[in-house]
């Protein structure tokens, strides 16, 4: 993967089923997520964790399977990914991995999903992000190109996403090995361009704290606002 650090950290996330313990499996080269390996439990939710020497690279890949599909509020989410996530890749993470089937209809539950993601993470995460189809065949068969389906992404996604010139991929990580070795192959050279964008700087959790904290601001901010508009009206 070039030059830089000696590992690349990256976390696989997603709705469930969208292949994303698939994708890391294929970038590992064994079935190590959703069958073996490391695995961190709670009771929200569950992690795996595995790493492969690529070149002069170690490649760590984080499998959170359940982020995306709990009903736990926000910090308690927050409280979940600082005590495992963080604590395990340490200093941080330099790509978050979000997975999209591309052969699945995009549904409104798939949207909830991203803005749950979005929230979580906080605006310092589309500087650490690449977005990734998977199922890639459907988009031949649809005649469509990835820039077709990120028009169905959430518009304010899409804004920031492209303010931030974020990446984006299409990969088929099924089928015959030699195959996936070159789908993996272009998807670890989109993650060293973002690692490189960032001169090997990592998201940290201090950043998704400051991002909720901000948050937290603006939304007292409308709700204050809210309340002059109605204390003027009477």
Known sequence: MGNGAAAASSSATGKTGTGKSTLGNAILGNKTFGTSGLQMESTTVSYEVGAVEVGDKRIIVLDTPGVMGTNKIQENLQEELSKNIFKYLMPGLHVFVLTIRADARYTEEEAKAVKIFTDLFGEALYSHLVVVYTHK??????????????????DDFAEKFREYKGLCIAIEA???????????????NVVQEVVDRNIEKYYKEEMMKEDEEARKARISEIEQASERRIHDRN
Request: a positive charge.
């Open 137 to 154: 065949s459907a988009l031949d068969k649809n005649n469509k190109t990835v820039e077709d389906y990120l028009r169905k992404l959430p």
């Open 174 to 188: 099924e089928g015959e090995t030699k195959y996936i070795k070159k789908e993996v192959t272009k998807l670890l």
